[in-house]
């Protein structure tokens, strides 16, 4: 859905063609529920503001271009033929994330001794 108006109590939006066709009743339920206030969802011929999804799509496109742009990053992908970016996150979401089940973390050396065995050599 898009985004057309909003006034306390009123919501009017755009469905998008894949809108479930309860939506609108169950997001008047909603709001009634969380704000404990009637609220009226109208449905517009306007077109509204963008999706929610369509404006992550193209901060996601904008963060890749960025990325791609980057000397570093182009030195990487020249040297290495068909190599290809499948991902970007941005350093702060990465800190507030927990790392995926299958990411292992690397072994420190020093956990065992490496810095050690630098004095016997």
């Keep these: 859905m898009r985004l057309v108006r909003y ?3 009123q919501l009017e939006i755009t469905l998008e063609p894949s809108a479930r066709k309860t939506l609108i009743a ?9 704000t404990g206030k009637r609220w009226v969802v109208v449905v517009s011929r ?22 791609r742009a980057d000397p570093l990053v182009q030195a990487v992908l020249a040297r290495f033929p068909g190599a290809e970016i499948v991902g970007v996150r941005r350093r702060d979401d990465m800190i ?9 973390p690397l072994a420190n050396p020093d956990d065992y001794g490496a810095s050690d065995m630098d004095d016997e050599l």
């Design 7 to 9: 006034e306390d109590g």
């Design 26 to 34: 169950d997001l008047q339920r909603k709001l009634s529920e969380w």
């Design 46 to 67: 306007e077109e509204g503001a963008p999706t929610v999804a369509s404006q992550a799509q193209v901060k996601k496109s904008e963060l890749e271009q960025g990325v």
């Design 96 to 104: 507030s994330e927990a790392p995926p089940a299958d990411d292992v």
